[in-house]
């Protein structure tokens, strides 16, 4: 192609990007790269590009891309061939895995009950986080590892671990071994906040990090137990990275050491790996 010709071309894709901004056909073998970065880009037919694709909004018929498709805003596509693709809002009709199998990686979200897979296995695995340990101290044998035994008891005789006269200032923890092959953590469960509490912090830390804490207040606490002591169930769930066979867990407070006169306890710990 003559250097003439190559500007009248380029000429004519600039000023369909600049004034229509709709192209009827468009096949790219010659330049790396065609970006709309202010526009929306409209192809009323086939659209094929050989190289890397740039724009906010795309809307076509039918779109294949030897190469990588970003688009910061959203997609239109009746069919869609590409190895990569990289957008916050897709709307596609039909999704056909290349090797029989699509995997996400991520919270799905379905919002049409009636989705199913053509095939009789279904195609659509999802990574689920699956579940490694489960204590509610309802038995004494459960209590292997942690750093303190002492179970406490609400009104309705619900087991937990630590309470009144039990922990407040010191910190509970336990090391969780022999953790299977893993990318994410997540831990999860039920922190109790006990008696006099004005202000204080509950806390979790994750290897001597703290990946959750939370005020508590006695004038807001709901329940009363036995003892007449108010207390408040506070819920936490934290995921993290994390890729090692091992990890130490450590639940404390910000308290003083009368724990006779306010305390923490906790109940109902799970521990998830994906």
């Not at 009323?44 to 294949?64: A, R, V, W």
């Not at 009746?78 to 090797?99: E, G, H, R, W």
């Amino acid at each position: 192609m003559s250097l003439f010709f190559l500007l009248i071309f380029l000429l004519k894709i600039f000023f369909c990007l600049e004034n229509s901004n709709e192209i009827q056909k468009l096949k790219m073998k010659n330049f790396d790269e065609l970006k709309s970065e202010k526009n929306s880009l409209k192809i009323n037919s086939d659209f094929e590009i050989f190289g890397t694709l740039t724009t906010e909004k795309l809307t076509t018929k039918n779109l294949e891309i030897n190469g990588d498709l970003k688009i910061t805003e959203e997609a239109k596509v009746d069919k869609m061939k590409i190895s990569k693709l990289d957008t916050n809002f897709a709307t596609v009709k039909k999704i056909i895995p290349s090797n029989g199998v699509l995997t996400i990686k991520g919270n799905v979200i379905l919002t049409d009950k009636n989705i199913k897979s053509e095939k009789k296995n279904n195609f659509l695995q999802i990574e689920k986080w699956k579940l490694f340990y489960f204590n509610d101290f309802e038995s004494a044998e459960n209590l292997l590892g942690w750093s303190s035994k002492i179970i406490g008891k609400n009104l309705e005789n619900n087991n937990f671990l630590g309470g009144k006269c039990a922990l407040s200032e010191k910190e509970l923890t336990k090391t969780f071994k022999k953790l299977p092959n893993h990318k994410k953590l997540r831990i999860k469960g039920n922190f109790l906040m006990i008696g006099d509490w004005n202000d204080e912090k509950g806390y979790l830390k994750i290897n001597n990090e703290i990946k959750w804490s939370k005020k508590g207040n006695k004038k807001y606490f709901e329940f009363n137990s036995k003892n007449n002591d108010k207390f408040n169930i506070v819920n936490f769930d934290v995921v993290f990275e994390h890729f090692h066979d091992e990890v130490n867990v450590a639940f404390g407070s910000t308290l003083d050491e009368n724990s006779c006169k306010h305390s923490y306890a906790i109940d109902n710990i799970q521990v998830y790996v994906k």
